[in-house]
């Protein structure tokens, strides 16, 4: 499952969140400090592995 990065604009606290594909279109985001619903995703690298046909 990805793991989507947020920040608060409220109280600029980071925060992560581990969700399928089809949670994340489902879920309200909230600020786990201040419960607020002012978060903003942010954009992160991600890595992954492939096999390599000859």
Same mark, same amino acid.
């Given at each position: 499952?990805? !793991?989507?990065? &947020?920040? %608060? #604009?409220?109280?600029?606290?980071?925060?992560s969140e581990t969700? $399928? @594909? $089809? #949670?994340?279109? +489902?879920? +309200? &985001? =909230? %600020?786990?400090? %201040?419960? $607020? !619903? =002012? @978060? +903003?995703?942010?954009? !992160?690298?991600f890595q992954t @592995? !492939? *096999?390599?046909? *000859?």
């Open positions: 499952m990805p !793991t989507y990065d &947020f920040k %608060c #604009e409220k109280c600029n606290k980071k925060f969700l $399928s @594909v $089809s #949670e994340y279109d +489902k879920t +309200k &985001f =909230r %600020c786990p400090k %201040c419960k $607020s !619903t =002012r @978060v +903003k995703q942010q954009i !992160t690298s @592995v !492939t *096999s390599r046909k *000859s």
